[in-house]
């Protein structure tokens, strides 16, 4: 049997191979600036897409409640090798539990990278045929106003 994050991956990664039109295997890209590669979860065939797919949670269970520290570092050093990897001109990161995408794209580091050009997407299933649907995120704007400091005197919009 297959771990859940295994399986996800696969289902983020079909649906989308069919938004995209391409195929995305998991595969190694050279990181920028370095000899060194890091596999993928999702990689186009010229290299210009690519992309991780993420399964944390936003809390743990029990005694484990809280901001989770922990899985807010692996998603953003996720973004950093999204950013690091040689001729990708679109990268993605997949965030599959919808509680940790809200909250992680109003975090500072899920700030940073869509700045710096991560495009951080969230998912959902299809109620009618049951498959996942990678959602566009339609806030990241306003996510990003709404972080800016307001200088002192000025009313907030």
């Known amino acids: 049997m297959k771990a859940h994050w295994k399986v996800m991956e696969e289902k983020v990664r079909e649906a989308l191979e069919r938004e995209l039109g391409v195929p995305l295997p998991e595969k190694p890209v050279l990181l ?3 000899n060194e590669t890091y596999n993928f979860d999702m990689v186009s065939p010229d290299g210009t897409i690519v992309g991780e ?3 944390s949670t936003w809390t ?3 005694k484990r409640r809280g901001k989770p520290h922990a899985k807010i570092a692996h998603a953003s050093d996720a973004c950093l090798l999204l950013l690091g990897a040689k001729d990708a001109k679109e990268r993605l990161l997949v965030l599959t539990d919808p509680e940790f995408y ?3 794209v109003r975090e ?4 940073i990278a869509q700045v710096h050009g991560v ?3 969230g998912v959902r299933p299809d109620k009618i045929t049951s498959k996942l649907i990678v959602e566009k995120p339609e806030e990241i704007k306003n996510l990003l ?3 800016e400091p307001t200088p002192k005197g000025s009313p907030k919009t």
């Open 32 to 34: 920028t600036g370095t």
């Open 60 to 62: 743990g269970k029990g």
């Open 102 to 104: 809200k909250k992680y």
């Open 53 to 55: 797919t993420k399964s």
């Open 119 to 121: 495009t951080i997407r």
């Open 145 to 147: 106003k709404e972080s």
């Open 108 to 111: 500072r580091q899920g700030l």
